[in-house]
């Protein structure tokens, strides 16, 4: 109804419109009278929506056909079996009986979900309760689409083919730039880094995109969202398109595998008694298909073991994932156990957990199938610390190395898989203090060699350490705050012989936490929390420093993937100078980003190249001859930036010039109202001016040179 017909109605009425109060009105239950609400735009796009009906009820057929006597103990046996897969709702198994009370040999089973049913129909299908009874399982909704079917014959209609959305667009990009997601205030952004227009391109904005984070997935496919109802993974080229929803109520954490087929999502509840432990509930969903391949439940503490930690007492990721595309294993650290599971059943190994007292930790080379584990000291110091390595899904120890008077130890596994650093920390003979060193295991070479590494100082503190990517060197801040010193190593050199070599030292330096450049070469040594944002940009191959910076109170440091730009970013932890600024690998400052309410800053990551490692190092030796190219591209850019900062100055100069000759008009024009209130009189200002207006003529002569000549007669 128009606005006006409603006066019109209101004043046929005698309703004085003036005098209603319309916040106070409410509508009936399930009526909106057309009326639309506010956010209905935003509820419909982006609620993530899951179906209802029979899809969640399973039917199980070929059951024992058994007495009233055994009806109860049969029930317990269904569903001793079936609450594994998924939560059974109360009341929802029923297994229909004749008027004597023997049961028929089916039943019907109701899940939450209908992902819970699809995964009980999936596992149980087939299923041995004994030699006589072998479970066929199907979906109620199945039994109307079969029952419905056509007495004749009738050939399928064949759909025209409709292409996907190229989920890989973006590396087509002409200008190879990267793409990064920000989140500040409702907002969250996909932006092209441009950095030769020193500034960001606006690809997709979405207001309330997420109720807590995004998070891109390992290859740069996908951008995970999180919802009260569960996650949603978007892609595209430019649109960013809803692909999949994932259903899990409540949802807090989510991780995917590295070759992106797999979505783990977790989710917390605190309990009404507080000496309880927290209730916890992980899923994990293809994440094509969207099917929930399997879920695990149970209290934090049973999920709290190693990692960095997480929520409600959870480590996270709690599922460590094997190296490379396959995500053929993933590991879970429980009390005395490690259990690894395959993802082709979604089952142990074997049927069969690794059972290793007191393991404290676990970590999975980046590359293979092989799982290094620490087991802290026992018995007082009578049963010394280890480290070992175990292949899998042989479960065969490759190495191990026995520790003593070790006070903890942390893992640090290089990229390509071809190292693992362990850092050992030890009481002195006293007991009342520690040391730290290294052993490092040369995991491709024979018999996977161990050397040991102490620092020149052993009494230095390590504060940070990190393995250059791809590469064979590796970082250390070691020492005293608050200028500790940075050391550099090798694993490789051709004097030594391969063993460890120290490459140098830098001392005194504003820094605690370590940056490498994805290609390797380049680090950051930054100075972060305490250091207040302090910024050295080193080139590792010539022990140089390239450029001294600061970005005040910065609390992230980002490279891009491809290593030529670095991103640093105030986030609201710290409530001013919130946004981001870009600089290049050699540290330059090139653009600044300021936003209020900063909250999230991450690259979009690029799949590893198809290029061989001899053709990048061809490449990398012929660079001037590919880069031609692109410098020139650089130099139109430069000249275009150039021509357009002229024109803006240009501007502003007319831009001022227009105001002052308007000031100037009006003045003119007010200066006969001027002389009429001093009765005629102009101003000495004035008169100063038209003094100096006034042009006169001055003739007079000058001498510029006398010569002299002789005139011959």
């Not at 990692?307 to 995500?327: E, I, L, N, T, Y």
């Not at 004035?686 to 003094?691: A, G, L, T």
Request: charged residues 30%; aromatic residues 10%.
């Amino acid at each position: 109804m128009a606005e006006l017909d409603i006066d019109t109605r209101a004043a046929k009425l005698g309703i004085d419109w003036s005098q209603v109060n319309l916040d106070s009105i409410q509508l009936p239950p399930g009526e909106n009278f057309g009326i639309v609400s506010d956010d209905e735009g935003v509820y419909h796009d982006d609620q993530l929506e899951f179906d209802t009906g029979f899809g969640n009820i399973i039917v199980v057929d070929n059951l024992p056909v058994v007495p009233k006597t055994k009806f109860e103990k049969l029930e317990n046996v269904l569903k001793k079996i079936y609450s594994q897969l998924g939560v059974i709702k109360e009341k929802g198994l029923w297994m229909p009986v004749d008027p004597s009370g023997t049961t028929l040999g089916y039943c019907f089973i109701e899940f939450n979900t209908p992902q819970e049913a699809q995964n009980a129909k999936e596992k149980t299908h087939g299923y041995k309760l004994d030699k006589s009874h072998i479970f066929a399982v199907n979906m109620f909704d199945d039994f109307d689409r079969l029952m419905n079917v056509k007495e004749e014959w009738e050939a399928p209609q064949t759909k025209p083919y409709v292409p996907g959305e190229n989920l890989q667009k973006w590396l087509t990009d002409e200008k190879a730039r990267d793409q990064l997601v920000t989140r500040s205030g409702p907002d969250t952004e996909v932006l092209w880094n441009d950095a030769r227009q020193k500034n960001t391109e606006l690809v997709h904005k979405r207001s309330y995109w997420t109720e807590s984070y995004v998070q891109w997935s390992p290859l740069g496919t996908y951008l995970v969202t999180l919802h009260k109802q569960g996650a949603a993974v978007w892609g595209g080229a430019d649109t960013f398109t809803r692909l999949m929803r994932y259903q899990h109520n409540m949802v807090k954490l989510v991780d995917f595998s590295p070759g992106e087929k797999y979505l783990v999502t977790y989710h917390s509840q605190e309990p009404s008694n507080p000496r309880d432990a927290s209730k916890v509930e992980i899923k994990v969903f293809d994440v094509r298909t969207g099917r929930m391949m399997r879920d695990f439940k149970g209290s934090a503490d049973e999920f709290s073991i190693g990692g960095p930690g997480g929520v409600a007492g959870a480590s996270w990721p709690v599922f460590r994932w094997a190296g490379g595309k396959d995500d053929k294993y993933f590991a879970k650290l429980s009390k005395n156990t490690i259990s690894v599971y395959e993802t082709e059943t979604f089952g142990l190994i074997d049927k069969k957990s690794i059972k290793v007292d007191n393991v404290v930790d676990i970590c999975w080379s980046p590359t293979d199938s092989i799982l290094s584990l620490f087991v802290p000291e026992q018995g007082g110091g009578n049963q010394p610390a280890k480290v070992a390595l175990v292949q899998i899904p042989s479960k065969v120890e490759l190495r191990q190395k026995n520790l003593f008077s070790v006070s903890d130890c942390k893992m640090y596994w290089q990229s390509s898989g071809e190292y693992l650093a362990v850092k050992v920390d030890r009481y002195t003979k006293t007991k009342k203090s520690t040391y730290s060193g290294f052993e490092l295991f040369r995991i491709k070479e024979r018999d996977i060699p161990i050397e040991v590494l102490e620092l020149d100082n052993k009494n230095d503190k390590i504060i940070a350490f990190a393995w250059e990517p791809k590469g064979h060197r590796f970082a250390v801040i070691h020492g005293d705050q608050p200028r500790p010193d940075v050391s550099f190593y090798t694993m490789k050199t051709t004097q030594h012989g391969g063993r460890v070599t120290k490459l140098g030292t830098l001392k005194a330096k504003q820094a605690n936490a370590l940056f490498w450049s994805p290609t390797g070469k380049y680090i950051i040594l930054a100075g972060l929390k305490n250091f207040n944002g302090q910024l050295e940009f080193f080139n590792v191959d010539e022990l140089e420093t390239m450029a001294t910076t600061e970005h005040f109170m910065a609390t992230d440091i980002e490279w891009d993937p491809t290593g030529r730009y670095v991103a640093t970013a105030v986030t609201s932890v710290h409530e001013m100078e919130n946004g981001f600024t870009i600089w290049s690998f050699n540290g330059k400052l090139l653009y600044r980003n300021l936003k209020d309410h900063f909250f999230q800053l991450a690259w979009r990551p690029r799949p590893p190249s198809f290029l061989s490692p001899e053709k990048e190092e061809e490449i990398a030796k012929n660079l001037k001859k590919y880069s031609k190219k692109y410098e020139l591209e650089d130099q139109d850019v430069s000249l275009q930036l150039s021509e357009q900062d002229r024109e803006k100055r240009k501007a502003l100069k007319e831009e001022w010039e227009k105001w002052v000759m308007q000031w100037k008009s009006l003045h003119e024009e007010e200066k006969l109202a001027r002389q009429n209130l001093r009765d005629g009189e102009i101003s000495d200002e004035e008169e100063e001016e038209d003094e100096a207006k006034e042009v006169k003529e001055v003739e007079f002569e000058d001498v510029i040179e006398v010569t002299e000549e002789v005139v011959q007669e």
